[in-house]
Antibody
Framework: QLQLQESGPGLVKPSETLSLTCTVS??????????WGWIRQPPGKGLQWIGS???????YYTPSLESRVTISVDTSKNQFSLQLRSVTAADTSIYYC???????????WGQGTLVTVSS | QSALAQPASVSGSPGQSITISCTGT?????????VSWYQQHPGKAPKLLIF???NRPSGVSNRFSGSKSGDTASLTISGLQAEDEADYYC???????????FGTGTKVTVL
């Protein structure tokens, strides 16, 4: 059974970099059938796709965050990661990692991790 | 790429059927059948209910069904149950600068 688990600091200071890692078990990030993505949800609000990565390193980002986001993959550790630079309070959200299948549809999700941006 | 438009809330009594709409503005919505639907209970991750407009993943109840006509996709929940009370989101692939978009979300209340 595929499982994804987010990890990283729950508190980040304004202007610093948010860094999260998603560890995949029960499947491989090397699969040629899937992208691996990050999605966030501000408390009490809706979902926003952040970006996605293929095992080869090909990435896609949402335009509003593209200048601040980097998603990378480590196939040796079966992990992929998110970096969001120059964060503000508006970046406070639950961050989910997910496997993305047909036309990038997220089909398996991690449990999510709350990241608060505050000094 | 704007979020897909959904009604903020929909309610129904146990046993009834309800329908949640999802309206897209891009030509992709007309062209492609890549609309998905998710259910999210409080404090939980979203769960995929429907993909490619009408398909249910293994294990999802057949009380959930999807359809699309023109610029509007719909999720119908038949035989409404208390456990169906949750937030529901549509989503879709786009060929534009934003690869993937979600709907604004609909809160379903079981009366």
């Amino acid at each position: 059974q595929l499982q994804l688990q987010e990890s990283g600091p729950g508190l980040v200071k304004p202007s610093e970099t948010l860094s999260l890692t998603c560890t995949v078990s029960g499947g491989s990030v090397r699969s040629s059938s899937y992208y691996w993505g990050w999605i966030r949800q501000p408390p009490g609000k809706g979902l926003q796709w952040i970006g996605s990565i293929f095992y080869s390193g090909t990435t896609y980002y949402t335009p509003s965050l593209e200048s601040r986001v980097t998603i990378s993959v480590d196939t040796s550790k079966n992990q992929f990661s998110l970096q969001l630079r120059s964060v503000t309070a508006a970046d406070t959200s639950i961050y989910y990692c997910a496997r993305q299948g047909i036309r990038y549809t997220p089909d398996y999700w991690g449990q999510g991790t709350l990241v608060t941006v505050s000094s | 790429q704007s979020a897909l438009a959904q009604p903020a809330s929909v309610s129904g009594s146990p046993g009834q059927s309800i329908t949640i709409s999802c309206t897209g503005t891009s030509s992709d919505f007309y062209t492609y059948n890549y609309v998905s639907w998710y259910q999210q209970h409080p404090g939980k991750a979203p769960k995929l209910l429907i993909f490619e407009v009408t398909n249910r993943p293994s294990g999802v109840s057949n009380r959930f069904s999807g359809s699309k006509s023109g610029d509007t996709a719909s999720l119908t929940i038949s035989g409404l149950q208390a456990e169906d009370e949750a937030d529901y989101y549509c989503s879709s692939y786009t060929s534009g600068i934003t690869l993937y978009v979600f709907g604004t979300g609909t809160k379903v209340t079981v009366l």
